[in-house]
Structures are given as structure tokens and as C-alpha cells.
């Protein structure tokens, strides 16, 4: 009995994904040991945050496509539901409302619009495939904005930021025109540039985001206070060179110069004591991450699944350009982890989440064509 439960088990994983994942968890451990100034709970911690993740990833591995199909609607309205509770009876922290206390625990039902988007959107033009028109993008677009603009309110604009990605990437796969595409690009590209006058921003941002963006621009302008992050990242990330300062031989890092270096600043940490050749490993491994969901997406055997296995594709390497750009003082400081890089539980069930949902795609495809 065992032995068939394993076997079975066996069978819903996609040994490559599975395989690409374990490389960078392994990868990470080598630096949070390092960030962590040797740190063996936080690294025995990050092990139990990934057998969590891991359970997660096989339950919906398991799950057959079709299942996924049928509760796609069901989980966007709950975590819609979800998120105006927050806006109502949220618990506020450092002035945002991101928690909604449930009883038992808190959660953060943004975390779950990041899954549930993408279904809902996958699901909707899934029912249309035969006929997609104009009218059933800008339907996909409301449903779309109705989530990112509860989230902003909250307010969170890194969360926004991936949860629009992952709704956009839908869009592009469901075959967006590429003149849409590139009209919206343009005024993006003009809205981002508008954002730069801080009137403006102060107009359509809260105070603090349009701090981070002038941080973005001058960290120098204020170095012991919001431009700390930024300095520090670059600093550190500079100071490797090609070949690293060595394990565990970081100055900045051991020093405790780089902040948040377990968690959102990791990277500068591999930066400074792996350099170059460190960061140029990472990105590989990312890649074949990235490659894999693809890889799986063109396979899917339903529009539903090649849609969402894009998107969660996508999404990983929106996860890992947000967090690398804002380390090294590209982008905003906006508080996305290094996809299972960074320490930490949540952000890394979510992802696993999502590669379980690929395998689950994946599976259904090898069983049609067996």
C-alpha cells in the first residue's frame, strides 16, 4: 500500500521543475548561512519552510487540471472576499493594512490573489476560446482591476505590481495585440516619467512611494535614511567583482552594513562574497526554473492550462527582476523577495504552490497522450 502511494505520489511531480527548484533552495542555504552569521536555526528553519511548501506542491500536483478548471471561480471570489475584509476589519501594521485575523492566525489574502488572478483570468478566456473579441479582454481587464486596486489600497505596491504582472502575462498568452501591447507600454513608459515630478506623484502615490522613488533616483540625497538600502546593496554587490570576497568572508555582510540581508537584501550578500560568477550561477539556475514552466505551458493541453502555466512562469522571473533591480538600485525599494532565495515561509508556499499547478498541468498532458 505504501508502495503504490509512493508510486503515485512519484508520478504527479515533474522531476525536472523539482530538480531545477532543489538546485537554487540548496544554492540559498549556502548564503543564508552566510547572512545569517552561521545562523543554523534560521537554515534548519528555512528547511521546515520548504517540506511545508514541498506538501503544498504535491497536494496540487495531485489535483486533476479539470479540478483546477472548476475551482478557479470559487478561489477568486474568495480571495476578493478576502481582501475587502481586510480593507474593513484588516490589522493595521507600520501603516499599511495587509492582515486579516481569521481566529486562528492572521493571513495575507494578497498572497492568494497571486494564484488566484491568473486561474480566474485563465478560466475566463478558457470559456471564450472559440470567440475571443476586444469586449472579452476589457471584462478580463475589470477582473483584474478590481483586486490590484484593493491591494493598492492597503496599501502595497510590490504585491500589486506581481499581481498585475501575472494578470498581464495572462493577457499576452491569450494573444493581446501586439499594438495594445505596445500602447500600453507607451503609456506606462509616460506615466512612469510623470512619476518622476513629485507634485504629480504625490497626486496618484502615497507619500512614502514617491519617497522610494526619489530614493531610486538620488540615494546619495538622503544616506543614513531611505537611501540606506539602495547604498549598502550597491556597495556590497560592487565591491565582489567578478569572483566574490569569499564564502563567508563579506565585509559588508558581516559587519551588519547590508539591512535585511537575510530576507529582501540576500542577493547583495551572494553579490558581495560570490561576485559576478556567483550572481551569473543564480540566474542560470533561474533560467532553467523559468525554461521548465514554459516548457510546460507550450505542452498544456487546454488553452486554461497553457494560459496559467505562462503566467506562473512569468511571474518567477517578475519576482526574481523586481528583487534583483531594487537591490541593486535599479527599480524602488518595494519589498519582494528573492524567489526561494530570501528567507522566509509565505512568499516560498505560494511559489510552490504555483509549481504544483504546473506539475498538475504537465501531468494531465502526459496522460492524454498516454
Known sequence: MIKLWLMRLVRNIDPWLLLFTLLVFAYSLLVLYSASNRDLDRVVNKF???????SVMWVIAAIPQQTLLRLAVPAYVLAVLLLVGVALFGDVSKGARRWLNIGIGRIQPSELMKIALPMMLAWYFHQYEAVLRWKNFLVAAVLMLVPVGLILKQ?????????????????????????????????????????????????????????????????????????????????????????????????????????????????????????????????????????????ISSRA?????????????????????????????????????????????????????????LMSINKDRQLMKG
Open 155 to 295: 496599501p502595497d505596491l510590490g504585491t500589486a505590481m506581481l499581481v498585475s504582472a501575472a494578470g498581464f502575462y495572462v493577457f499576452y498568452f491569450a494573444g493581446l495585440s501586439w499594438r495594445l501591447i505596445g500602447a500600453m507600454t507607451l503609456a506606462g513608459s509616460g506615466l512612469v516619467y510623470a512619476l518622476l515630478d513629485w507634485d504629480v506623484c504625490n497626486r496618484l502615490l502615497h507619500e512614502y512611494q514617491c519617497q522610494r522613488i526619489a530614493t531610486m533616483l538620488d540615494p546619495m540625497e538622503d544616506p543614513l535614511g531611505t537611501g540606506y538600502h539602495i547604498i549598502q546593496g550597491t556597495i556590497a554587490i560592487g565591491s565582489g567583482g567578478i569572483f566574490g570576497r569569499g564564502w563567508l568572508n563579506g565585509t559588508q555582510t558581516h559587519l551588519d552594513f547590508i539591512p535585511e540581508r537575510t530576507t529582501d537584501f540576500i542577493f547583495a550578500v551572494l553579490g558581495e562574497e560570490l561576485g559576478l560568477v556567483g550572481n551569473i550561477v543564480l540566474l542560470v539556475l533561474y533560467l532553467l526554473v523559468i525554461g521548465r514552466g514554459l516548457m
Open 48 to 54: 521546515a519552510h520548504l517540506a511545508v511548501a514541498c
Open 301 to 357: 493541453s487546454t488553452l486554461f492550462g497553457r494560459l496559467l502555466a505562462g503566467s506562473i512562469a512569468l511571474t518567477f522571473f517578475t519576482y526574481a527582476f523586481v528583487n534583483m533591480g531594487m537591490v541593486s538600485g535599479a527599480l524602488p525599494v518595494v519589498g519582494v523577495p528573492l524567489p526561494l532565495f530570501s528567507y522566509g515561509g509565505t512568499a516560498m508556499v505560494s511559489l510552490m504552490a504555483g509549481f504544483g499547478i
